[in-house]
């Protein structure tokens, strides 16, 4: 059984140590700090992420669920990611668990074990069983605006 997520105080300082490296420029395996206006006040956060490269298209996945920065990417549709200087708005869309199984299977190879603890699957899984476990890890494709 997958691990559920629950913002911890350790979880927290980890996003303000890669916050800080962010804003540095200083980015790693991916990492970048997406922007998402709230879905009630319309006020913008910022999360950490890591944007995933996949047969040439880049994706933002979370392994822990449908959390605030999805919820509010799903309503907004759009979101800037950042690291540095540099700022890219991009627009995103929410893939069906089909075509998000097999990026999925792409990231769990190298992602580091606290990650993998969230998925009910690992990376030698079938296709189908991802497909399942899917929905409790949404994805998103992302392309510039």
């Known amino acids: 059984m997958a691990k559920q997520f629950q913002y911890t105080l350790l979880f927290k300082a980890g996003n303000f140590f890669t916050r800080s ?3 540095l420029g200083i980015s790693f395996n991916g990492s970048t700090l997406i922007t998402v206006p709230g879905r009630k006040t319309g006020q913008p956060h910022s999360t950490p992420i890591t944007v995933v490269e996949f047969e040439g298209q880049r994706y933002v996945q979370s392994p822990f669920g449908s959390v605030n920065w999805v919820r509010n990417l799903r309503t907004a549709g759009q979101a800037t990611l950042s690291w540095g200087r540099r700022h890219e708005t991009v627009i995103a869309t929410e893939l069906t668990p089909e075509q ?3 990026v999925i299977r792409s990231i769990l190879p190298h992602a580091p074990k606290v990650i993998q603890d969230y998925f009910d699957v690992t990376a030698e899984s079938s296709l189908e069983e991802i497909v399942r476990d ?3 890890h949404p994805v ?5 605006a």
Not at 140 to 144: E, G, K, W
Request: hydrophobic residues 65%.
């Open 134 to 136: 899917a929905p409790n």
């Open 100 to 102: 998000a199984a097999p």
């Open 140 to 144: 998103f494709a992302v392309h510039p």
């Open 21 to 23: 490296l962010l804003a």
